[in-house]
């Protein structure tokens, strides 16, 4: 830690010569912007409307998430009646 700090005469301490131009010799570079928010939506989409349907990106999102949270809940319901109508052995 001693090689990151320098004594400054105000009895601060600031950052070596070197480790300021290191952190300030390049700038940052950008993150890629992502084209589309969701490629398995906008498959989604491209097939709906090839398939002639007029639905939207909000529309399969939406019901992507319904199915999300439907089919665990109807695999317990299943799971309930299978558990129930078992024959007694």
Known sequence: MAAFFVAHPSGSQKRSPTTHRR???APVPTAATVADADPQ????????????????????????????SL???????????????????
């Open 41 to 68: 939506v906008t498959g989604a989409v491209r097939l709906a409307s090839w398939a002639g349907l007029k639905l939207t990106a909000v529309d399969l999102g939406n019901l992507r998430l319904a199915l999300m």
């Open 71 to 89: 089919l665990p809940n109807l695999a317990g319901l299943v799971l309930a009646f299978g558990v129930a109508l078992r024959s007694p052995r």
């Open 23 to 25: 952190w300030h010799a």
